[in-house]
Nanobody, 124 residues
Framework: QVQLVESGGGLVQAGDSLRLSCAAS????????MGWFRQAPGKAREFVAA????????YYTDSVKGRFTISRDNAKNTVYLQMNSLKPEDSAVYYC?????????????????WGQGTQVTVSS
């Protein structure tokens, strides 16, 4: 079965960096658009970034543009989220997700597979 396993979360101070990883198995990784989402306590899950199946196109929510970078290594079946200049408002559980569609602009509901999430906490 399909498994997405996130890692790399933790407790950091404002201004620090973290790199999240998501290892995928049970699917032909290179055919899937991959996305990162996050959910803070009491809030809805929200889109953070997406990357096309080839890695050639990326898309970010406005609040992370210039600070976060999504990338992938299809040989390792892994997608990454490099997070720099972290802010307290970035604190959330971060999820990676996979969708078989063709667009990096797909909404959350189009993502078929989800990881269990990794906690990111940014202290001020």
């Amino acid at each position: 079965q399909v498994q997405l396993v996130e890692s790399g979360g933790g407790l950091v101070q404002a201004g620090d960096s973290l790199r999240l990883s998501c290892a995928a198995s049970g699917l032909t990784f290179s055919l899937y658009v991959m996305g990162w989402f996050r959910q803070a306590p009491g809030k809805a899950r929200e889109f953070v970034a997406a990357i096309s199946s080839s890695g050639g196109s990326t898309y970010y929510t406005d609040s992370v543009k210039g600070r976060f970078t999504i990338s992938r290594d299809n040989a390792k079946n892994t997608v990454y989220l490099q997070m720099n200049s972290l802010k307290p408002e970035d604190s959330a559980v971060y999820y990676c997700a996979a969708q078989r569609g063709l667009t990096i602009f797909a909404p959350l509901r189009d993502y078929a597979y989800w990881g269990q999430g990794t906690q990111v906490t940014v202290s001020s």
